[in-house]
């Protein structure tokens, strides 16, 4: 316990800001939120500002770069439209189910986002009209146990070992789902300690909107019950805040937390470099294809698609996917060529089919009266040419440019 409390306290001196570092972020943010209220009212636009994300919940945590989520509430949806034309700073509109946009504003960089202005979660059309309800209740529960230390280490442990973001390319957690499970098992160490030892599908009605767990296999529609944890969202009992949280993700999870568990160490805190040299085919892919979340979704899905065509050949010992930001990630395998592939063939009385199966494969030969070919395993430089040759449409259609060697 001493070691780990040791570690901990390390590793929060060199995550969390500094009392002059925050003050200067929260000037900014005061600022471009005052410029962005002047701007609402001169226009006689129907819509108020409030801060969320890490900012808004008190939960920031050192990086390179800091994004500071700002929400704008609109009465009504028609004047979404009018968003653009109000943002301080040089803006850049970013697609998404409801576009929003990225600003950069006296070094500070900022995601404007979009919301209506709702009651009641029902009410919400888009997953973003929540974000003030997760706003409030994070901050509520904060102010009768404050954990936002508790938080922080556990956003960097997830995010060092490549399991944070709800993004496609990821399935991970994200901060709000972070935040509500440090609250529901009291503390960072609570927390990995219980999912280290986790062995069967974790179900948490913090809020009791349900009778017991059957009640809600039984109302919550198959979807959003697949994930490792179902976790309904306090302010929505319709929702599963950890939905898009896949198996392969939380058992990387689940194996830093015994790792870190066994030996504490600052470095399962802060992302470590891949091992190139555990590898012996890495490529690089690129997207067409806007950056951010669509990017690396496709680029996450060639990954896969890759993964299953070399998998008819070699071998596959291990692969990572990097992806940061930008429009290309690396890929990276370990692979062997496997010893030698069979194809099955038709009975040797289907005379017709037989025909057409020699025609298509060499080596054939006959055993227990069927027929079977011998398939030549190419060498990876020979499979990767044919692989681009051959899925050459497929890969236009996954918005994939190019694949480098």
């Not at 099955?344 to 025609?359: A, Q, S, T, Y």
């Amino acid at each position: 316990m001493m070691k780990i409390d040791k570690v901990l306290k390390g590793v929060l001196e060199k995550i969390k800001l500094d009392e002059k570092e925050l003050g200067k972020m929260n000037s900014g943010i005061k600022e471009f939120v005052s410029e962005l209220e002047k701007k609402i009212r001169k226009n006689r636009i129907k819509a108020d500002v409030f801060v969320g994300g890490s900012s808004g919940k008190g939960t920031v945590v050192r990086r390179k770069t800091q994004d500071i989520d700002v929400f704008v509430r609109f009465k009504n949806e028609k004047e979404i439209s009018k968003l653009e034309k109000i943002i301080p700073g040089k803006k850049k509109k970013i697609h998404g189910s409801r576009d929003y946009f990225k600003s950069s504003y006296k070094k500070l960089n900022f995601e404007v986002v979009p919301v209506l202005k709702i009651k009641k979660p029902q009410e919400a059309r888009n997953v973003t009209d929540l974000s003030y309800f997760h706003v409030s209740y994070i901050n509520k529960k904060m102010k009768k146990r404050d954990l936002r230390d508790d938080v922080r280490l556990a956003k960097n442990f997830c995010y060092s070992s490549g399991c944070y973001g709800a993004e496609s390319y990821i399935f991970g957690f994200s901060g709000y789902a972070l935040e509500l499970l440090i609250i529901y098992y009291k503390g960072f160490l609570n927390f990995i300690r219980i999912i280290s030892k986790v062995k069967k599908q974790i179900i948490i009605d913090s809020e009791k909107y349900y009778k017991n767990k059957q009640d809600i296999l039984t109302n919550l529609n198959e979807a959003k019950l697949s994930s490792p944890i179902v976790f309904i969202d306090p302010t929505f009992k319709e929702r599963n805040i950890l939905s898009s949280l896949s198996y392969e993700t939380f058992l990387k999870f689940q194996e830093a937390c015994k790792k870190f568990l066994k030996n504490p160490n600052e470095k399962f805190f802060f992302k470590q470099e891949i091992n190139k040299k555990r590898f012996n085919l890495i490529l690089k892919a690129k997207t067409n294809k806007q950056e951010g979340d669509i990017a690396g979704s496709k680029l996450w899905k060639f990954f896969s698609f890759l993964a299953r065509e070399l998998e008819k050949y070699f071998l596959i010992a291990t692969k990572e996917f990097e992806y940061d930001i930008g429009k290309s990630a690396l890929l990276y395998f370990k692979i062997k060529k496997k010893k030698r592939i069979i194809r099955e063939g038709p009975l040797i009385n289907d005379f017709k089919n037989v025909v057409r199966f020699k025609k298509k494969n060499k080596n054939v030969f006959v055993k227990n009266n069927r027929v079977y070919a011998k398939e030549k395993i190419p060498k990876i430089k020979e499979f990767l040419n044919s692989f681009k040759n051959k899925n050459k449409i497929v890969m236009k259609d996954m918005g994939i440019s190019g694949l480098e060697f």
